[in-house]
Nanobody, 124 residues
């Protein structure tokens, strides 16, 4: 089993950038596809991005394409989410997740682990 811990959230002005990190422990993260979800107040959890284990294929929800970039460093057991051109719609708690196969995940996808979340707040 892998354990996930997110960091890097915070308060940023609209148009700014943040980089989220997710550190994996326990079973090595290279065994998993990794991804990010987010949940805004009063809304359902939403898939944001995922990256595969091997050939590093990436997947994004349409609303973040061209602004967010997911990457991973297997040597550091970490996955990252670089977020640029942030707007108020990006305000949410962001969760790291691990699964067997990367894709356009949904909150009901069969995933192996979740982090505890990190808050991102974008002020307008």
């Amino acid at each position: 089993q892998v354990q996930l811990v997110e960091s890097g959230g915070g308060l940023v002005q609209a148009g700014g950038s943040l980089r989220l990190s997710c550190a994996a422990s326990g079973r090595t993260s290279s065994n998993y596809a990794m991804g990010w979800f987010r949940q805004a107040p009063g809304k359902e959890r939403e898939f944001v991005a995922a990256i595969s284990r091997g050939i590093l294929r990436t997947y994004y929800v349409d609303s973040v394409k061209g602004r967010f970039t997911i990457s991973r460093d297997n040597a550091k057991n970490a996955v990252y989410l670089q977020m640029n051109s942030l707007n108020s719609e990006d305000t949410a708690v962001y969760y790291c997740a691990a699964g067997r196969v990367a894709g356009l995940w949904s909150p009901t996808s069969e995933l192996d682990a979740w982090g505890q979340g990190t808050q991102v707040t974008v002020s307008s």
